[in-house]
């Protein structure tokens, strides 16, 4: 069950455009009591993809082995997570200064705290 502030591996696909395809990781920003009773986790996209380097709504991180990645704090998605293979990511829960940083970004592009 997904939790708060955790990355996980989610299928992403099927994506149209310049949507992510695929496997990739998430930062979960719905809380666990939310996924239990709907089914649905939300979260940012996490990427190493080079095109969202300059993104200023991106937020770099450290990756394994010195690769770089980008939480990409303008898209929330929304899946349900059983029906999207959600599975824990290696970096497992605890990611509450990443997900501080990707909300306040996120206010940043939609203005939602100071309506």
């Known amino acids: 069950m997904p939790e708060r502030a955790e ?3 989610i299928q992403y696909s099927s994506a149209l455009g310049s949507e992510l395809p695929d496997d990739h990781p998430m930062l979960v920003i719905s809380a666990k009591a939310f996924a239990e009773k709907t089914g649905i986790v939300v979260g940012f996209p996490m990427t190493h993809s080079d095109r ?3 993104n200023p709504f991106a937020i ?3 990756g394994a082995k ?3 990645g980008c939480l ?3 898209q929330p998605n929304s899946f349900d997570w ?3 293979n959600a599975r ?3 970096w497992g829960t ?3 200064k990443l997900l501080t940083a990707a909300l306040k970004r996120f206010d940043a592009v939609f203005s939602i705290c100071g309506h």
């Open 52 to 54: 969202h380097r300059d």
């Open 88 to 90: 824990p990511h290696p």
């Open 72 to 74: 990409l704090a303008h």
């Open 60 to 62: 770099a991180v450290p």
């Open 82 to 84: 059983r029906q999207r």
């Open 94 to 96: 605890g990611h509450d």
């Open 7 to 9: 990355i996980i591996f």
């Open 66 to 68: 010195g690769q770089a």
